[in-house]
Antibody
Framework: EVQLVESGGGLVQPGGSLRLSCAAS????????MNWVRQTPGKGLEWVAN????????YYMDSVKGRFTISRDDAVNTLYLQMNSLRPEDTAVYYC???????WGQGTLVTVSS | DVVMTQSPLSLPVTLGQPASISCSSS???????????LNWFQQRPGQSPRRLIY???IRDSGVPDRFSGSGSGTDFTLKISRVEAEDVGIYYC?????????FGQGTKVEIK
């Protein structure tokens, strides 16, 4: 059974940082692209970042370029999202997602507020 | 960026009756490999999204056959042949032809 368990969300002040983690199991992690997708009531679903096999390429949505970094550790089947210079508009539930949406985690809430 | 537009945004349906959701993209989703990268997701209340269909019409494992996808190029449709109570939720189309992958606004399906 595929399991994706996100962690690391929470309340942070504007300008602060958070690191999200996603522990994956039940599939061959090393063979899949991995992604972070976020959801807000106002903007719906947004594909935040994507990382290809072995971290060979990464893509980011425009509004997070230069602030967020996606990475993966294939040795421990874990995906990460380092989020710096956080803004109130980054407030969302962040999901760890396999490939083109094959599987989703339960999500972790990030709230950016003073 | 490719813009995905869904209609309707709200869809009240009667149990046992069919339902249909449309999705259009601002450019063709036909890739050079011959595949069309259009996906459909279902999000039940309080749950994470779940993919139902990929490449326009291929159902994911475990998805009931009352769900079907069709279309080509820039116009696509998700059909539910007979709506059941468990189908209540929000349905999203999404393309994955080029970065950034983008979603439609979502269609809320509810029972009349």
């Amino acid at each position: 059974e595929v399991q994706l368990v996100e962690s690391g969300g929470g309340l942070v002040q504007p300008g602060g940082s958070l690191r999200l983690s996603c522990a994956a199991s039940g599939f061959n992690f090393i063979n899949y692209w991995m992604n972070w997708v976020r959801q807000t009531p106002g903007k719906g679903l947004e594909w935040v970042a994507n990382i290809k096999l072995h971290g060979s390429e990464m893509y980011y949505m425009d509004s997070v370029k230069g602030r967020f970094t996606i990475s993966r550790d294939d040795a421990v089947n874990t995906l990460y999202l380092q989020m710096n210079s956080l803004r109130p508009e980054d407030t969302a539930v962040y999901y760890c997602v396999v490939n083109r949406g094959d599987y989703w985690g339960q999500g972790t809430l990030v709230t950016v507020s003073s | 960026d490719v813009v995905m537009t869904q209609s309707p945004l709200s869809l009240p349906v009667t149990l046992g009756q069919p339902a249909s959701i449309s999705c259009s993209s601002s450019q063709s989703l036909l890739y050079s490999d011959g595949d069309t990268y259009l996906n459909w997701f279902q999000q039940r209340p309080g749950q994470s999204p779940r993919r139902l269909i990929y490449k326009v019409s291929i159902r994911d494992s475990g998805v009931p056959d009352r769900f079907s996808g069709s279309g080509s190029g820039t116009d696509f449709t998700l059909k539910i042949s007979r709506v059941e109570a468990e189908d209540v939720g929000i349905y999203y189309c999404m393309h994955s032809i080029q970065w950034p992958w983008t979603f439609g606004q979502g269609t809320k399906v509810e029972i009349k």
